[in-house]
Structures are given as structure tokens and as C-alpha cells.
């Protein structure tokens, strides 16, 4: 029928615009704001658009989300000119966002960029005018940390109408990582209009406030990886049981676990005794060797459920859903299309409970127990950073050409440090005799 679209064919919608089939099988558009926004005091309400794909999209996209975000942003949204001055710290903000160095960020970091660079441009000046419409050649170092210093507190307003004064150092922080970032990609794509000096470098800024006292990230011993495992085991939840060992081993984020290690990295057809290790964060990759130089296995535990795993599984990421108590047809992966990871975190604390172990511990704690354990067993600093795939400034262009050799040298002293680990604790257990 011609002017019908299928609901596998349609095109991609808005934020928050639905579509639904009709009895007539024609499709409907609704707009409808996330729950969380209606449960904040958010007055625009669901609404019909019709069956016209082209005015309803027109209708969400200049009215209902401008009307949306300037709720959210308490109407500085409003205060954004549609097109932003040439040479003004807005139209700064677009350059970098053109800017291939953008694309080159995972979602979960532009997602937070975007937000870090609208809480410098949206900030109020005394005159009653916005740092966005700025023009950079009026940027000093002293301006910007005069507004780094309003950034750092925020004022909330309590029930009970007192004002409490909260520091938000890290958000801040970030804040300016991203403008100073946005400077340097501006000042190379537009080196006539972006002055040379970033106002934004060299600020000294401080992770901690005064007489903070150092927060230890959670650490995973060896014996907590064992008996998370079988926790996760006895609950079904084999896939992340396997996950939480390969982050131990390789020193993954879970992010790149859960989101970007797919089937095909795992020993493929013209590299069968290795692993393709892909970092989102850095953008860097490496191929891991699985055996050394005598063909004996590296991770025996590990590669054993990886060609398990790949024998069963579809093309695409490596660990899904598959737990039998909510299977499906094709398992959804753990990360969700927006990158989310907040349901398999709460599958871990349950895992965690399970197993008995310190209720801190979460995901991150096994990758952050396999650098200890690599410091342990007097790993090199070059091989525990060909090991995380680290990079700094001054390495050397070689670097490169080393880590095959690196990673086999420190995974064999990793697996001898665990095996004296072992024994000493076994027998310092004292005799029954």
C-alpha cells in the first residue's frame, strides 16, 4: 500500500517519540517523556502526533524537545542561539563536535562531554549573558578559573527550605578536561579564529579537596575471582562467571568486556592462537597471544569456556544473557544499545552476595585485582602497560613490536606468582595431626 511504512522499515524517531501499529496497519507517532522527568515535576504530558511520520517528527523536533530540555536545563537551553556566533565559545563547541575526533569517541564519553561543555556554556555571567556566547579571543586564564571556581559548588535548596552548599569537584573537573580538549581539536580545525594559548591547560586540578582522605578502590583478591565464579555459576549466570575471569587475565573494562569483544576477535580463522584485544577508551588494540613459544596454553581456564562459549553463539558480542531462567530466542547482550550497564551491575552485587565475599567488590575490582596481582609478580612497568594497553606521551614508537613477547613473559610470572600464593597459603594451614 503505498504511503504505509512497516515497523521494520520505518525510520529512526526523536528522543522520546514512539511509534505504534495501527488497526488499519498504518503507524501512529506519540511523544511520550521518560517517567523520570514526569516524576520531577516535567508538565509536558504523553501526546498523539498522528500518522504523518514528516509533522510529527517537525512537531518533536522543534517544539516538544526544545520545550523538554529547557525544563531540564531550568530554561538556560533557551538562552542557545540556533546558530552560534563565528568565533564564540558555542560555535567552538560545533567545530569540535563536527570534528572527526568526536566520532572517535564511544558514546559514553560524547554522552559525557556534551553534558561536561553545556555546564561551562551555560553558565550565567554577572552581566546576565552565557560563557558560550563569549567570543574566545576574550578567554584568560583567569576567566576561566573564575567560573571553574562558581562550577565547583552548587547551592540545593533542602524540604525544609535550607540552602546546602555541595562541591561537585569531579563533575567540574571533567568539565574542563572537555573544554580544554575542545580548544586544542578547534584550534588545529580553525587555527585563523581559535587563539593558539588554551586557557583551559595547565590548570593544577585537584581530584580531592582539601583534607579528603584517598578513596582505595576495591581490589579483588584471587580467592574472591574463585568464589564469585562459582557463585555466578550456581545462579546460572555463566557469562559473566567467564567474563569476570578474562577481565583478571587480559585487564579489560567492563566496558569493552560487555560492549566491544566480539566472537570474531576470539581466534579466528587467520590468527588461531590469538585474541584481538580492542580498547574503546584510547582506541588502541593488540593481539594477544594464547600460547607461548612452545605451544603450551596461557589461560587454560579461560580459552577452555571461550571455545565453549564460541561454539554455541551467534555472530556478534561474546557474552549475552543466556542464563536459563530468562533465555530467549537470541539472547540480548549485557550492554544496552545506549551503552548501560546498570542491570548487569545489579546482577553482580547479587552474585557478590552470593558468594560471600566484601560487599564493596564490583566488576571493575577483578581487573583492578589482576594489575595487583601482575605488581606482585614484579611485573616490568613496559609489560604491565603492553598488559592494559596503556600509552603515554613518551613511548617509544617500538613499543609496539615488544608486546607479543611482553604479554607472554608477564603472563607466565603472573601464573607462577599465583601458584607460590597457593602453596604458601596452603601450608600455613596448620596440621590436623
Not at 521518560?34 to 517528527?57: H, I, M, S
Not at 584471587?222 to 569476570?244: G, N, P, Q
Not at 571493575?364 to 612497568?381: C, I, M, Y
Amino acid at each position: 500500500m503505498s504511503g504505509v511504512i512497516s515497523v521494520h522499515t520505518a525510520p529512526k524517531l526523536p528522543r522520546y517519540c514512539q511509534r505504534k501499529l495501527l488497526a488499519n496497519n498504518r503507524l501512529a507517532y506519540y511523544f511520550a517523556p521518560p517517567t523520570w522527568a514526569r516524576k520531577q515535576g516535567c508538565e509536558l504530558n504523553t501526546e498523539a502526533l498522528g500518522t504523518d511520520y514528516l509533522r510529527a517528527v517537525e512537531r518533536v523536533e522543534k517544539i516538544l524537545l526544545p520545550a523538554f530540555e529547557s525544563w531540564r536545563s531550568r530554561g538556560l537551553s533557551d538562552m542557545t542561539p540556533v546558530t552560534p556566533e563565528l568565533g564564540t565559545f558555542d560555535w567552538l563547541i560545533g567545530i569540535y563536535q563536527a570534528h572527526q575526533k568526536w566520532s572517535e569517541l564511544e558514546s559514553t564519553t560524547q554522552r559525557q562531554y556534551t553534558k561536561s561543555l553545556a555546564l561551562f556554556a551555560n553558565h550565567e555571567l554577572k552581566d546576565g549573558s552565557r560563557v558560550g556566547s563569549k567570543q574566545l579571543s576574550d578567554f584568560t586564564k583567569a576567566f576561566v578559573d573564575a567560573v571553574y571556581g562558581k562550577l565547583l559548588v552548587v547551592k540545593i535548596v533542602t524540604k525544609n527550605g535550607d540552602v546546602v552548599v555541595r562541591e561537585r569537584r569531579r563533575y567540574a573537573n571533567v568539565a574542563m578536561a572537555s573544554c580544554r580538549r575542545a580548544w586544542f581539536v578547534g584550534q588545529r580545525a580553525q587555527e585563523q579564529i581559535v587563539p593558539a594559548s588554551n586557557p583551559f591547560s595547565r590548570m593544577g586540578l585537584k581530584y580531592r579537596a582539601p583534607g579528603q582522605p584517598i578513596r582505595p578502590t576495591p581490589t579483588a583478591t584471587w580467592d574472591e575471582l574463585v568464589a564469585f565464579r562459582a557463585a555466578a555459576k550456581r545462579l546460572d549466570y555463566r557469562s559473566i562467571a567467564t567474563a569476570a575471569l578474562l577481565s583478571w587475565e587480559w585487564l579489560q573494562r567492563e566496558q569493552h568486556v560487555f560492549g566491544a569483544f566480539d566472537i570474531s576477535h576470539y581466534r579466528p580463522v587467520e590468527r588461531p592462537n590469538s585474541v584481538r584485544i580492542v580498547h574503546p577508551k584510547n582506541g588502541e588494540e593488540a593481539w594477544w597471544p594464547l600460547f607461548d613459544e612452545t605451544g603450551v596454553p596461557l589461560f587454560p581456564e579461560l580459552t577452555a569456556e571461550l571455545d565453549e562459549i564460541k561454539k554455541t553463539s551467534l555472530p556478534g558480542l561474546v557474552f549475552r544473557r543466556t542464563h536459563a531462567h530468562r533465555s530467549s530466542a537470541i539472547p540480548l547482550p549485557w550492554i544496552t544499545p545506549r551503552k548501560d550497564l546498570r542491570y548487569l551491575r545489579s546482577v553482580v552485587k547479587m552474585i557478590v552476595a552470593e558468594a560471600g565475599i566484601r560487599r564493596e567488590l564490583s566488576f571493575t575490582s577483578f581487573r583492578h585485582g589482576g594489575f595487583t596481582e601482575g605488581a606482585d609478580s614484579d611485573l616490568t612497568d613496559a609489560e604491565l602497560r603492553a598488559a592494559g594497553r596503556h600509552r603515554s606521551s613518551r613511548q617509544l614508537p617500538t613499543y609496539a613490536k615488544r608486546t607479543s613477547k611482553q604479554l607472554i613473559t608477564a603472563t607466565k610470572k603472573r601464573r607462577e606468582e599465583r601458584t607460590r600464593s597457593f602453596l604458601f597459603r596452603l601450608n600455613a594451614i596448620p596440621s590436623s595431626e
